[in-house]
């Protein structure tokens, strides 16, 4: 049964970096099949993807364009876990942030539970 | 990016109805739309995924066809539980993109 625990702070000052974690139980962060997403939903509702860490003999990463100067996403094989980090946040980034699993064939089969991550001073 | 046309975006309908939900795509994704449900407070959870699979413990009065750029997403027999915001995504191409969500209210 695979399970995705979020954590991470939920108050983030505006220019500084957001960082949320992913823990992974049931399912391998190194699985050749799977590959491990964030996801946001702004509090109009939108559903927005950020990007994805996956390992296929070598990690690969994928951001999104609207994100990708101020994003990274890592993983730790150690601890079963991948990270956010959102670089130089805004206002504009106060959303649910979601880290979800996709395997070959299944488009985001498990989420984590979210996180409201608010940026404000 | 792939554009995603979601309609209608709010319905309201009694349980043991039947309602059609549409997307359309700016660009032919092949079979790559699935679909979600989400429930206040709670993370979307797959219901269908390649146009018409239904994900493991949906139930089947969930139904899902198209092609090329227009899809549905058909609840017959509507239940109180139904009740909530659906949302198509296609994962053709990135960025993978979301509608902008469906409110059902039964």
């Known amino acids: 049964h695979v399970q995705l625990q979020q954590s991470g702070p939920g108050l983030v000052k505006p220019s500084q970096t957001l960082s949320l974690t992913c823990a992974i139980s049931?399912?391998?962060?190194?699985?050749?099949?799977?590959?491990w997403n964030w996801i946001r939903q702004s509090p109009s509702g939108g559903l927005e993807w950020l990007g994805r860490?996956?390992?296929?003999?070598?990690?690969?990463?994928e951001y999104a364009l609207s994100v990708k100067s101020r994003i990274i996403i890592n993983q730790d094989t150690s601890k079963n876990q991948f990270s956010l980090q959102l670089n130089s946040v805004t206002p504009e980034d106060t959303a649910v942030y979601y880290c979800?699993?996709?395997?070959?064939?299944?488009?985001?089969?498990?989420w984590g539970q979210g996180t409201l991550v608010t940026v404000s001073s | 990016a792939i554009q995603m046309t979601q309609s209608p975006s709010s319905l309201s309908a009694s349980v043991g109805d039947r309602v059609t939900i549409s997307c359309r795509t700016s660009?032919?994704?092949?079979?790559?739309l699935g679909w979600y449900q989400q429930k206040p407070g709670r993370a979307p959870e797959l219901l269908i995924y390649?146009?018409?699979n239904l994900e493991s413990g949906v139930p089947s009065r969930f139904s899902g066809s198209g092609f090329d750029t227009f899809f549905t997403l058909t609840i017959t027999s509507l239940q109180p539980e139904d009740s909530a915001t659906y949302y198509c995504?296609?994962?053709?191409?990135?960025?993978?993109?979301f509608g902008q969500g469906t409110k059902l209210e039964i």
């Open positions: 979800a699993r996709d395997t070959t064939g299944w488009p985001f089969d498990r």
């Open positions: 049931g399912d391998s962060v190194s699985n050749n099949s799977a590959a």
């Open positions: 860490t996956y390992y296929r003999s070598k990690w690969s990463y």
């Open positions: 660009q032919d994704i092949r079979d790559d």
């Open positions: 390649s146009v018409s």
């Open positions: 995504l296609q994962d053709r191409r990135q960025p993978f993109t």
